[in-house]
């Protein structure tokens, strides 16, 4: 779950890190009166759930009330990046000297706290080089000191020792909210320096373990409401429909039944030179979302072969293809389809793909998965 700027920067002006000064606004009209009240130049930031926001032109300048509202006027209502804009952050413009960055988040290699530093902020620094960016592993059960910070401030940057003394007291803010509210993730990017020496955040991203939000009395119903839910537009309308789906960034789309088995998939689209599009799987009741599931699928479309593996004990593959099947009648999907069906119910599914859709499954999972890749590939592949 990510909250939204500017639930980011609430939480983190209690937590003493400076932000800049601003109101959220819905309307036009509130839109120029926050521009009034704040004064300036100001900033009009889409609050929606996406980052990368100034390339898709969420984020706007105004030097007056009057340019404010026509912005707003732009922005509200529009969609990016899948996202509608309902909400503004209308916000005071910043003399930014220097971006850098700064983060703290769960590292699966050290199973602990990572706390971040980067001499260069901004829109690109996702493609930095793994170089570009200091990394500091915090003992979770002392957390980090203050001198660890400078040391790691002041050997990625050339900063004066004053402002490497602010970085570092900011390094433990964010490192107490970060603890706190059991976050996976909170990132200041940018991160700036003033043209007066002051050190602001003038963006903010906190990503929550959905599982930890009920034990915390400080994100409050609202807070939590107007979260931006994580994950790919995909991702979010495979929550809505309660299906285990997870966006990859390959061609090969996989339908399977149990987490174990869609995950033996992917490992063998990769084995045999592939790259799967997505893990889903439809085991247990979601047999009965086949239609849903396999229009979620098809919807990527980087998809150019779709590979379907049951195998069953105590599931019927003979059942779980019924619904395969339907869903294939219904969407008539312009991608090959290949199968490979073992387990109970095994020969009746044989029989219903051959009777309904004129296929043959695949004797060995193996042959399945190497037909998929090669289809994806361009490959002619045999019927």
Known sequence: MNLLEHQGKELFAS????????????????????????????????????????????????DDPGQAAAAAGRLLGSEIAGFRVDRLLVEQGVDIDRELYTALLNDPATKGPLLLFGAHGGMDVEEAGPGAVARLPIDI??????????????????????????????????????RTLEADLVEINPLVLTGSGEVVALDSKISLDPGAVPRHRELTGE????????????????????????ELDGDVGVLANGAGLTMTTLDAVHHHGGRPANFLEIGGDAYTKATPALDLVLRNPRVRSLLVNFCGAFARTDVMTAGVVQAIEELSPDVPVFFSVHGTGEAEAVALLADRLGVTPYDRMDDAVRAAVRAAAGEEVPA
């Open 141 to 178: 059960r002392r957390g980090p000191g203050r001198d660890e910070c400078r040391e790691l401030v002041a050997g990625a940057a050339d900063l004066p020792g004053d402002v490497v003394d602010r970085i570092a007291d900011l390094m433990l803010a964010v490192y107490r909210l970060y």
């Open 223 to 246: 807070l939590v409401e107007q979260a931006a839910p994580a994950g790919t537009e995909l991702e979010r309308r495979g929550r809505e429909l309660g299906l285990q789906f997870i």
């Open 15 to 62: 937590t003493g890190i400076p932000v800049p000064t601003g109101r959220v606004v819905s309307t036009v009209d509130a839109a120029a009166s926050a521009a009034e009240i704040v004064g300036g130049r100001v900033v009009l930031k889409s609050q929606i759930g996406t980052g990368k926001r100034g390339k898709s032109g969420g984020i706007l300048f105004a």
